[in-house]
């Protein structure tokens, strides 16, 4: 909001939503008419997404799309054509969000659009809803046969009726709303799951599925069936372990002390025990001796940001990127680093261990010139995303980490990068490891991916919601 965004800002409050939208125990339905990014889908995360069919829904608007592709500065003119261009190329329209999957069905309005007295539209509004609604609550019953068919035999013949004539009740017990919870949940890990590609023979595909099958269960047996027990055996083993120290003292102790009496020499002086000298191991590695960053090899001076508020000084680049790790030593201002940076430093060395590097980002909308900058992107990183998920350890933590980096696109997000998430929550739910979510640099959500890059919001905030939820 003008001038400034009231607390925490729209960020954080779209996350706010979409995490407490994520576990709600009702059947949600939500109507687009006009939406664009966070701004809908802070709303959007729904079990049913209907959409007017003169509406548009998309990552950001055409003129702002424009903005981006022309690279328009400010007090310069738009040109229309560029206009319409983006507004062709990001799919906008409710057909075409159809055909992506990131809304479920068309509630069509008149031709030349609804109007506030047009009661006939809001009637056939109302009924459509209502139906979502029904559907929703029929996939969570366990006798719902006959009812779901009448349901889809209206819904391929296109009737809409003004009063529903199918007596649904949308109440629902504990085991209907788990039903419930599990079916947003798999309707949100679905999607976009087609924009991306995965490079893997069948192979290797089937390899990685015998591998996660079993990771789960061996984390199962571990965490699940042999935690419950494990306060019990350790106290038994220190049980066990604690008598049977004190039996083998009484019955060693006079067999000691006769050998001991028998090999002592006359005359004899008691030996010095051992001292172990502090400075015998190796030095500890000094920080920066692991990885340096290329930017201090250049012989020059820069001048801190907050100079003029905190008096600053120069700053001479060797020292600041190689002994301050690019902080400036006054004010504590941090200056860009490159990634290999920080995981050279943060994580413990030789620890990390990447995976689902075979994910690449796609060109799911067909955006003109936009496969030949993924390409660039890929050749200038040796990356196929702008993520890279790993297990590492830090002071001996073992965690999993998905980690935003510049070098890629910006470090924006499409669905690729939403998927790689994902699959990084899991495998931290299945390990039972801490998740650790580190944004060297993004610049949002990848526009060329239209909103199959806006629904990754919703998808990625389930998968969080549902690791915090493990416990």
């Known amino acids: 909001s003008f001038p400034v965004e009231d607390y925490p800002g729209a960020g954080q409050q779209i996350a706010r939503n979409l995490y407490a939208m994520a576990k709600l125990r009702v059947p949600m339905i939500s109507v687009t008419s006009e939406g664009g990014s966070g701004g809908a889908e802070a709303v959007g995360m729904a079990d049913v ?63 030349l659009g609804a109007k506030r007295d047009d009661f006939g539209f809001f009637r056939q509004l109302k009924s459509e809803i209502i139906r979502a609604t029904d559907e929703v609550v029929l996939k969570t019953k366990s006798l719902r046969a006959f009812r779901a068919y009448e349901l889809t035999m209206k819904k391929s013949e296109g009737q809409v009726v003004e009063e529903p004539h199918i007596e649904i009740s949308w109440d629902l017990n504990e085991d209907e709303v788990k039903r419930l919870l599990s079916y947003r949940s798999k309707k949100y890990r679905n999607m976009s799951c087609a924009a991306y590609s995965e490079e893997s023979s069948p ?24 935690k419950t027990q494990q306060k019990q055996v350790k106290k038994v083993f220190q049980d066990v372990s604690g008598e049977g120290s004190v039996l083998l003292r009484q019955v060693s102790s006079p067999i000691t002390a006769a050998y001991d009496f028998i090999s002592k020499k006359p005359g004899a ?127 001996g933590v073992d965690l999993v980490v998905a980690m935003l980096y510049s070098d890629f696109r910006n470090g924006t997000v499409g669905s690729a990068e939403g998927e790689k998430f994902v699959r990084a929550c899991e495998s931290a739910k299945l390990k039972r490891r801490p998740l650790l979510s580190y944004v060297h640099t993004t610049g949002g959500i990848r526009i060329h991916e239209g909103t199959l890059g806006v629904v990754q919001m919703p998808k990625c905030t389930m998968a969080v919601r549902e690791y915090i939820d493990s416990g």
Request: charged share 25%; proline share 7%.
């Open 49 to 111: 997404r209907l959409m007017f069919s003169h509406g548009y829904y998309s990552v950001i608007s055409p003129e702002g799309a424009a903005a981006i592709e022309g690279k328009i500065r400010e007090g310069e003119k738009m040109p229309k054509e560029l206009v319409e261009a983006c507004a062709e190329n990001l799919h906008i329209t409710a057909a075409e969000n159809l055909k992506l999957g990131t809304i479920d069905r068309i509630v069509h309005e008149p031709p």
């Open 203 to 226: 192979c290797s595909a089937f390899c990685r599925k015998a591998k996660k099958s079993i990771a789960k269960l061996y984390y199962s047996f571990r965490y699940d069936l042999l």
């Open 269 to 395: 002086r008691p030996g010095k025990s051992p001292v172990s000298s502090s400075g015998a191991g190796e030095d500890p590695i000094e920080f920066g001796d692991v990885y340096t960053s290329p930017l201090a090899n250049e012989d020059r001076t820069v001048t801190c940001p907050n100079t003029e508020k905190q008096g600053c000084k120069d700053l001479w680049v060797p020292d600041l990127y190689g002994e301050f790790g690019g902080v400036c030593e006054n004010c504590g201002h941090h200056f860009p680093l490159e990634y290999q940076w920080y995981l050279k430093h943060l994580f413990d060395p030789d620890s990390i261990r990447e995976f689902n590097g075979g994910v690449c980002a796609g060109n799911p909308l067909t955006y003109p010139g936009f496969e030949k900058k993924l390409q660039s992107a890929i050749a200038k990183t040796g990356r196929k995303s702008g993520i890279i998920t790993f297990d590492a350890r830090v002071m």
